[in-house]
Nanobody, 123 residues
């Protein structure tokens, strides 16, 4: 499975971006998908996840209410709508495919990763 993430860029604080991630094989349509991010000097951290059917969205506490993850049931493409962006949201954002139908927060649940897309939020 190959994943291609896009949509990153430079935005001012308070602005919005929409990330997209398309997986290359239909097997990912039966698996949960998620977004993670990594800032320089920090470990990769969970951002949001969603089940194979577009249900059971889970969010990290610091993005709850500002970010929204979505996908069509059975689709291999996942989106992350990011609103009210803050400078601390600056990171490389990675999409991933889970081993399971519903994935959750743990990195170990995910076995395929995209190459990342850089999001920079200026103050």
């Amino acid at each position: 499975v190959q994943l291609q993430a896009s949509g990153g860029g430079l935005v001012q604080a308070g602005g919005s971006l929409r990330l997209s991630c398309a997986a290359s094989r239909r097997t990912s349509s039966n698996n949960g998908m998620g977004w993670f991010r990594q800032s320089p000097g920090k470990e990769r951290e969970f951002v949001a996840s969603i089940g194979w059917d577009g249900d059971r969205a889970v969010y990290a506490d610091d993005v709850q209410g500002r970010f929204a993850i979505s996908r069509t049931k059975g689709s291999s493409t996942v989106y992350l709508q990011m609103n009210s962006l803050k400078p601390e949201d600056t990171a490389v954002y990675y999409c991933a495919v889970s081993r399971f139908a519903y994935s959750g927060r743990s990195l170990s649940n995910y076995n395929y990763w995209g190459q990342g897309t850089l999001v920079t939020v200026s103050s």
